[in-house]
T-cell receptor
Framework: EAEVAQSPRYKITEKSQAVAFWCDPI?????LYWYRQILGQGPELLVQ????????DSQLPKDRFSAERLKGVDSTLKIQPAELGDSAMYLC?????????????FGQGTRLTVV | GENVEQHPSTLSVQEGDSAVIKCTYS??????FPWYKQELGKRPQLIID?????GEKKDQRIAVTLNKTAKHFSLHITETQPEDSAVYFC??????????FGTGTRLLVSP
């Protein structure tokens, strides 16, 4: 069964350092989401791509966060500099474009701890 | 933008009882409403979804109802089992745009 791949699974970084997460969506999925999930809360959308274009990044803290999906396939989310409040689970999800099925499939996530 | 509220935040039931989780949404243009189950330390997984042209959908012990006029939808789990214990999230979106999640309900099913 196809899955959304994310790496690394866990990341510990010191505040003010740069950190990057990688996501490889299910093959053929045009839509890719990055969510942040703080412990005990629901996933919060950071950025949504349709192919290589950003559809929504209204909740992305653009002073420190950046995201790209250059070839419309895999994606990278970067934080620079990391702050203590960035500690959370970062989830990537993908869904197909068009058709009846708009289910978003989630990856295992990257758990970030900023110390 | 869309805002999704979810209640209750925690729900404890005895095995075999029914559980109901309710969500409201703000954007009347939303037309897709999935429910996700997240077990501790694992990824959210879709358990059921409903579109705005349908009022109710059922899959074995799980059902979802949608009231477009009131802008609310609910998850119903019958004959609950201990393995149903998890955090459940509702979500809403307009087509493929911006899937917005509720704050989650922690369901605990006691044997």
């Amino acid at each position: 069964e196809a899955e959304v791949a994310q790496s690394p699974r866990y990341k510990i970084t010191e505040k003010s350092q740069a950190v990057a997460f990688w996501c490889d969506p299910i093959s053929g999925h045009a839509t890719l989401y990055w969510y942040r999930q703080i412990l005990g809360q629901g996933p919060e959308l950071l950025v949504q791509f349709q192919d290589e274009s950003v559809v929504d990044d209204s909740q992305l803290p653009k002073d420190r966060f950046s995201a790209e999906r250059l070839k419309g396939v895999d994606s990278t989310l970067k934080i620079q500099p990391a702050e203590l409040g960035d500690s959370a689970m970062y989830l990537c999800a993908s869904s197909p474009k068009g058709g009846k099925n708009t289910e978003a499939f989630f990856g295992q996530g990257t758990r970030l701890t900023v110390v | 933008g869309e805002n999704v509220e979810q209640h209750p935040s925690t729900l404890s039931v005895q095995e075999g009882d029914s559980a109901v989780i309710k969500c409201t949404y703000s954007d009347s243009a939303s037309n897709y409403f999935p429910w996700y189950k997240q077990e501790l330390g694992k990824r959210p997984q879709l358990i059921i979804d409903i579109r705005s042209n349908v009022g109710e959908k059922k899959d074995q012990r799980i059902a979802v109802t949608l009231n477009k006029t009131a802008k609310h939808f609910s998850l119903h789990i019958t004959e609950t089992q201990p393995e149903d214990s998890a955090v459940y999230f509702c979500a809403a979106s307009i087509g493929f745009q911006k899937l917005v999640f509720g704050t989650g309900t922690r369901l605990l099913v006691s044997p």
